[in-house]
Nanobody, 124 residues
Framework: QVQLVESGGGLVQAGDSLRLSCAVS????????MGWFRQAPGKEREFVAA????????YYADSVKGRFMISRDNAKNMMYLQMNSLKPEDTAVYYC?????????????????WGQGTQVTVSS
């Protein structure tokens, strides 16, 4: 069984930074791609960023490109999302997910395990 636990969310002001972490336990972490999604109130969950199993390739939603950076530490079974220049529209619950395969995954059905989510609130 795989467990994912997010942390690092909070309340910040527009322009601030936050770093989310995702701790993964269970199956071999370094065999799978990983990603971050978010869900704002009243909206569907949307893709934010993805990373391949080695960490060599990343992909971002247009809305966060240039501001967010996804990374992973396979030795520690950890994944991160560095969020800079935060905007009020970034307010959402952020979820980390484990991909079904080693590559980039941008659709929800390409993930098989999710964390419980961490709230990020950006005030204007």
């Amino acid at each position: 069984q795989v467990q994912l636990v997010e942390s690092g969310g909070g309340l910040v002001q527009a322009g601030d930074s936050l770093r989310l972490s995702c701790a993964v336990s269970g199956r071999a972490f370094n065999l799978y791609g990983m990603g971050w999604f978010r869900q704002a109130p009243g909206k569907e969950r949307e893709f934010v960023a993805a990373i391949t199993l080695s960490g060599s390739t990343t992909y971002y939603a247009d809305s966060v490109k240039g501001r967010f950076m996804i990374s992973r530490d396979n030795a520690k079974n950890m994944m991160y999302l560095q969020m800079n220049s935060l905007k009020p529209e970034d307010t959402a619950v952020y979820y980390c997910g484990k991909g079904r395969g080693p590559g980039l995954a941008v659709k929800e059905y390409e993930y098989d395990y999710w964390g419980q989510g961490t709230q990020v609130t950006v005030s204007s």
